[in-house]
T-cell receptor, first 114, second 111 residues
Framework: SAVISQKPSRDICQRGTSLTIQCQVD?????MFWYRQQPGQSLTLIAT?????????ESGFVIDKFPISRPNLTFSTLTVSNMSPEDSSIYLC???????????FGPGTRLLVL | GQQLNQSPQSMFIQEGEDVSMNCTSS?????WLWYKQDPGEGPVLLIA?????ELTSNGRLTAQFGITRKDSFLNISASIPSDVGIYFC???????????FGTGTRLQVTL
């Protein structure tokens, strides 16, 4: 499995500001995904990060709120824009290879919005 | 979005006991995965299942892909304290697989 790192590991932010989370993989992967895990809850897919094109968002998530970049096969960013306390969650990136059903997760970014 | 139903929601067991948990869906999945999440960590993949009826083991863990493709179960034998955590099932469709996660089972082990 790939080694996945995320930065920052945690942050405390003021409402109305934005935070960009980075996800770095130690090898090229075809598929990268971003998930949100609200306190005490399960994981919900935000979007699939597509290399060289716009991300594919799930129902309930929009590009203006969660812009995503994926400039190459080893790196992606997720921005949480105009934050409110309801955005306090763990944000996780995951990677997979096309043709394989498995995904491997990064350690997560713990965000608290005051 | 859809979530898969996991049961039990939580369980307290004694060290050495066997554990069984399951995951059910109203939809068919082509892949079933089981993850464990420790506090402050991302989920770690335990077992992957790719075929209906498949039974797969990983050490003390055994998981099965239900023949209807709408359910899966995970068994842990002879539990130990480090088994404590939250276990999530996840269903995947297609090879480029987005995953749908279960609601989670919180396992606590007493000595």
């Amino acid at each position: 499995s790939a080694v996945i790192s995320q930065k920052p590991s945690r942050d405390i932010c003021q409402r109305g500001t934005s935070l960009t989370i980075q996800c770095q993989v130690d090898s090229q992967v075809t598929m990268m995904f971003w998930y949100r895990q609200q306190p005490g809850q399960s994981l919900t897919l935000i979007a699939t990060a597509n290399q060289g094109s716009e991300a594919t968002y799930e129902s309930g998530f929009v590009i203006d709120k969660f812009p995503i970049s994926r400039p190459n096969l080893t790196f992606s960013t997720l921005t949480v824009s105009n934050m409110s306390p309801e955005d306090s969650s763990i944000y996780l990136c995951s990677v997979g290879r096309e043709g394989m059903g498995t995904q491997y997760f990064g350690p997560g970014t713990r965000l608290l919005v005051l | 979005g859809q979530q898969l139903n996991q049961s039990p929601q939580s369980m307290f067991i004694q060290e050495g006991e066997d554990v069984s948990m399951n995951c059910t869906s109203s939809s068919i999945f082509n892949t079933w995965l089981w993850y464990k999440q420790d506090p402050g960590e991302g989920p770690v993949l335990l077992i992957a299942l790719y075929k209906a009826g498949e039974l797969t083991s990983n050490g003390r863990l055994t998981a099965q892909f239900g023949i209807t493709r709408k359910d899966s179960f995970l068994n842990i034998s002879a539990s130990i304290p480090s088994d404590v955590g939250i276990y999530f099932c996840a269903g995947g469709t297609g090879t480029a697989s987005k995953l749908t996660f279960g609601t989670g089972t919180r396992l606590q082990v007493t000595l």
